[in-house]
């Protein structure tokens, strides 16, 4: 997957002031977006953002009703057909035949890249040797798991090596295993040098695959930066200490002051206290060290990494997303129209 | 910094456009509906079954209270009305074809490749066409081993023949574009047989419009599907004027069928392109 060279060097992806409306509903309020060639950009929301709106403007898939955007340095309206034949989408839900085979799948959509019929074969084989269909490739799609067919997706929208790949929520509806092997194949693809935009609920896949962030929240940016920047708007790490006795509290607290800053949180009932730190790495060594040193017994000692719902919950209000437990109740649902035929 | 080589795979990517561009899609969109029609047997089955029916229960139910006249027998009469009634009917499955890529979000991956808009529909329109004729194959054997013994000339036939293959081709525009407004495959089922009711039995299919009530004879006489019935019949039995008339079709219901099926393909055509192209901006 070494092969996704991003032939311009400006930004891959520019959008200006987009706005879309669906009758009353807006569903984008003036988005503004840059994102460099060859670095992965997470679009992250919670349901109804906005954020398959953004893909299917970008992907020339819908008109804005306002503003413009350019991908590849190409704008999305004017040279759409062009620009077809250098992104890659993969939707919200897998988009493959499900009475073709894999491999007839991925035939198919070559031929419609432009490709002639041979090279067409040759590149279905690769894609189908590289995500691990090779032995399924001659079963039609409808017996595919979830994951497979996911595989089967995403390996579609690499047939022309896009200079521009784009993902709505390609880990959603997988199950855990499913999912961790998506965001390998996502990182390879990145370390390859493609310029990746995804779109996620989940903080902690942003968190992982992401070099940037933007946050929409009902149609607009709230945030946007690396993940550091984001979690440095809600403050960095903390140090957090649980004593084993209840007696050994205040000289924990002693401890955390002298070493790490004045402003340590106590929360006496749970026999816990917690710190800012800047160096977080190296006050949690020492704080090991002297707490041993003065014989206290701790019960757990961690170093706590704001994740990305710290941060929707400190811009919004609100929390973000279902919880992994309701979204793992929620996998391998399928959309209320999928599979109908 | 030197420009980095091009993946191996973009080199053969086609400069394609134009008409060319849009026949190989139509070509690769036809090829993969054509796969299909085995993987699904029960589609092709049912839409074989149902005018199977249709055939023995008109023949054996029906042939002894209708007389049709110009010493024709009902089977021989019948079966023009068969074959445009299991061509019509096909279109409904365009429809619900169309509305399941839709809700299955192909057509948003088929709108995001460098493809020419027309392709999807009518690739799916010329694998239609294909099962439509596979079906009246089929249709014309179980009519001659229930007594049709049709008098027409092979030019007569192949003439007839076009004239089915024309309705499949205009008939599934049609079912295109309900299928592409609606959206959703139960509604496309539904709404795909809802107008061809009145359109099929309403019509010189089954009976011959002369003892029709006059203010239905009037509306009989004038729809397409009369004329397009009338049309087969007359060539598949090789009508002379006189037999035609006695049958009340009149003269130049080639002619008339002609100009009614090109018409609805010219109207049916950019409507139902435009709703496809409409179909990414409008809900799931
Ligand atoms: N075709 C449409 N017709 C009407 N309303 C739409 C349409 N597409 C999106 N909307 C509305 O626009 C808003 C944004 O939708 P969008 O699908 O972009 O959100 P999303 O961030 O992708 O959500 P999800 O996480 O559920 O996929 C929602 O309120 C949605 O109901
Ligand atoms: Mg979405």
Sequence with gaps: MSDHIPTSRGPAIVAHGLRKSFGDVVALDGVDLTVKAGTVFGLLGPNGAGKTTAVKILTTLLRADDGTAEVAGLDVVRRADELRSRIGLTGQYAAVDEYLTGRENLEMFGRLYNLPTDVARRRADELLAQFDLADDASRVVKTYSGGMRRRLDLAASLIIFPEVLFLDEPTTGLDPRGRLRMWDIIEELAAGGATILLTTQYMEEADRLADRIAVLDRGRVIAEGTTDELKAQIGGERLEVTVSDEGDLPRAVDVLRTHCGPEVQVDAERRHASVPVTAGARALAAAVRELDGAGIHIDDLSLHRPTLDDVFLSLTGRVAAPTEEEAAGDGGRAPATEGAR | ?284
């Design chain 2, 1 to 284: 910094m030197s420009a980095p080589a091009e993946p191996w795979v973009r080199q053969h990517i086609m400069r394609s456009s134009g008409p060319g561009r849009a026949l190989t899609h139509a070509a690769v969109m036809a090829k993969r509906h054509l796969i299909q029609i085995p993987r699904i047997p029960e589609l092709i089955v049912f839409a074989t079954i149902q005018p199977i029916m249709f055939v023995v229960l008109f023949r054996y139910v029906f042939a002894g209270s209708i007389i049709v006249g110009a010493n024709e027998s009902y089977i021989n009469f019948l079966m023009a009305g068969i074959f445009v009634q299991t061509v019509a009917f096909g279109s409904v499955a365009t429809g619900i074809g169309l509305a399941a890529d839709l809700q299955q979000g192909l057509i948003d991956r088929f709108r995001s490749l460098p493809m020419a808009p027309s392709a999807v529909l009518t690739g799916r329109t010329i694998a239609d066409l294909v099962r439509n004729m596979f079906v009246v194959g089929v249709m014309i054997a179980v009519g001659l081993l229930v007594g049709f013994r049709p008098d027409g000339s092979l030019f007569g036939w192949i003439s007839a023949i076009g004239f089915l293959l024309l309705l499949s081709f205009t008939f599934s525009w049609v079912g295109a574009s309900v299928g592409l407004a609606v959206r959703s495959v139960e509604v496309a089922q539904s709404a795909g047989f809802i107008w061809l009711f009145p359109f099929t039995f309403a019509s010189s299919a089954f009976v011959n419009p002369a003892n029709m009530p006059g203010w239905l004879r009037a509306f009989v006489e004038n729809q397409p599907m009369t004329q397009v019935v009338n049309a087969v019949r007359t060539q598949i039995l090789g009508l002379s004027p006189e037999a035609a008339r006695a049958l009340s079709i009149s003269e130049g219901a080639e002619w008339r069928a002609l100009a009614w099926l090109l018409g609805i393909l010219v109207v049916m055509v950019p409507l139902a392109v435009r709703l496809y192209r409409r179909a990414a901006a409008r809900p799931r």
